[in-house]
């Protein structure tokens, strides 16, 4: 069945760098397009970027200068750099996926609570 | 990038109750709005896509209306699995959340 699933460090020091992994199955990465989604603590949601099923990315105007998406097809994964962290940038990070351009996430991971503090 | 103003941002409602929940773009999106469910610790689930079409599973109860800038979300007799937050987002250009509206037990 479909899944995805986010891992990496709970815990970042400000002005570092995050590094975060969804690994994904019941799919193929060169079918389906994955986003990444974050959510302040008590907050909303915030569209970050994507990864689409041809390899092209696109992300968010306001975090553009700090933030990178790749992929590793062979291993179902894409990952996530953030760079320059502050303490806002605090909360669960989710991976999501869509099919091609409808941009329906249908299937999301269980998210990964990240804490920027020194 | 479009801004998504959510209304109302707290609802309290009973079982059996008719809700809705409104989102209004600062731009026509062009109906390319979609509607979240989130329940406390879990992640977000699709209810509606492109404004009306309701997503495999999710009950008939749920209905989703609009066009232009202003979009409703509707669900026709509210059950106790319903209370949650619920999110508007528009894909048009640039995808972007609404703020949410937390949908409580009165």
């Known amino acids: 069945q479909v899944q995805l699933k986010e891992s990496g460090p709970g815990l970042v020091q400000p002005s570092q760098t995050l590094s975060l992994t969804c690994t994904v199955s019941g799919f193929s990465l060169t079918s389906y397009n994955v986003h990444w989604v974050r959510q302040p603590p008590g907050k909303g949601l915030e569209w970050m970027g994507r990864?689409?099923?041809?390899?092209?990315?696109s992300y968010n105007s306001a975090l553009k200068s700090r933030l990178s998406i790749s992929r590793d097809t062979s291993k179902n994964q894409v990952f996530l750099k953030m760079n320059s962290l502050q303490t806002d940038d605090t909360g669960t990070y989710y991976c999501t996926r869509d099919r091609a351009y409808t941009t329906n996430f249908d299937y999301w991971g269980q998210g990964v609570m990240v804490t920027v503090s020194s | 990038d479009i801004q998504m103003t959510q209304s109302p941002s707290l609802l309290s409602a009973s079982v059996g109750d008719r809700v809705t929940i409104n989102c209004k773009a600062s731009?026509?999106?062009?109906?390319?709005l979609n509607w979240y469910q989130q329940k406390l610790g879990e992640a977000p689930k699709l209810l509606i896509y492109?404004?009306?079409n309701l997503q495999t599973g999710i009950p008939s109860r749920f209905s989703g209306s609009g066009s232009g800038t202003d979009y409703t979300l509707t669900i026709s007799s509210l059950q106790p699995e319903d209370f949650g937050t619920y999110f508007c987002?528009?894909?048009?250009?640039?995808?972007?959340f609404g703020a949410g509206t937390k949908l409580e037990l009165k």
């Open positions: 731009q026509n999106i062009n109906k390319y």
């Open positions: 987002f528009q894909h048009n250009s640039w995808p972007t």
């Open positions: 990864m689409r099923y041809n390899g092209d990315t």
């Open positions: 492109n404004t009306n």
